[in-house]
């Protein structure tokens, strides 16, 4: 399962609320999250969106990367991708991608997060990223992203029997 949270946008109660439901009642073993923040203030308490769920969602833990950062109010707000999982997270990294800064289109920072999930059936390898706006941008970041994939994929190879080795 896979959303756009759309970060702190209008209404992020009414929609956490909907989402902490959504995910309760199918019950997907992993969820890929996009728009996720964290802010802090000098002005109020610090709030980590993916944090919010997992308070919501006991059975889940989670990674969580930013991909970009902006400074104001005395402090600062991140925004990245994150992986909520039922299994153990065993491992976990992330990659930025590349930005062309002469692109106005291309005006957010992005990145690829990958966690190893140890499921009862072996490990899961999950990648979540959140793609540009901009066409260029795509299809250079496609190729990055699958060069991330490729150098920290585990080889498993699968048993007659389905087991991973």
């Known amino acids: 399962m896979t959303y756009n949270i759309w970060n702190f946008n209008p209404e992020w109660a009414v929609r956490k609320a909907m989402l902490v439901e959504q995910i309760k009642n199918e019950k997907p073993d992993i969820v890929g999250l996009q728009e996720v923040r964290f802010e802090s203030t000098q002005y109020s308490e610090s ?3 993916i944090s919010e769920m997992a308070e919501l969602l006991p059975e889940y833990q989670f990674y969580y990367t930013p991909s970009m950062t902006y400074f104001a109010d005395g402090g600062h707000t991140d925004e990245g991708c994150g992986i909520l999982s039922r299994w153990p997270i065993v491992d976990a990294g992330f990659q930025r991608l590349t930005r062309n800064f002469s ?17 009862p059936y072996g490990p899961i390898e999950v990648f979540v990223t959140h793609s540009s706006l901009s066409n260029t941008a795509r299809a250079r970041n496609a190729v990055e992203k699958w060069d991330f994939m490729q150098k920290t994929a585990k080889k498993t190879t699968t048993n007659h029997d389905g087991r991973f080795e």
Request: no cysteine.
């Open 47 to 49: 709030r980590h969106q």
């Open 103 to 119: 692109d106005n289109v291309d005006e957010h920072a992005r990145s690829v997060v990958k966690a190893t999930v140890q499921s």
